[in-house]
């Protein structure tokens, strides 16, 4: 099994800055991909950034350029640098982690609210 503990959201006003942190710990393996998810009131859980315990990233769309993943690898911690906040990016934030060797698996955190508003 592995835990998730997730830290850094809260209120910002549009334009702000946080910084997610999300730690992994149990029976972690070596080759994995770690990152986060985000579901915004109503909506369905949609991906947001992940890293590759080999550093290979992924982003959305809609935060490309505004958000960075960066992490992971031996401290199996991941961060979520989020800069030129909207109030589109209100939602709970979740961090996941996914074993890549078979059995592939996956885990999700218990999320963190990010509101962003005025």
């Known amino acids: 099994q592995v835990q998730l503990a997730e830290s850094g959201g809260g209120l910002v006003q549009p334009g702000g800055s946080l910084r997610l942190s999300c730690a992994a710990s149990?029976?972690?393996?070596?080759?994995?991909?770690m990152g986060w998810y985000r579901q915004p009131p109503g909506k369905e859980r949609e991906l947001v950034a992940t890293i590759t315990s080999g550093g290979l990233t992924n982003y959305a769309d809609s935060v490309k350029g505004r958000f960075t993943i960066s992490g992971g690898n031996a401290e199996n911690t991941v961060y979520l640098q989020m800069n030129s906040l909207k109030p589109e990016d209100t939602a709970i934030y979740y961090c996941s982690y996914t074993v890549l060797v078979t059995p592939v698996r996956g885990y999700w955190g218990p999320g963190t609210q990010v509101t962003v508003s005025s």
């Open positions: 149990g029976s972690i393996s070596s080759i994995n991909r």
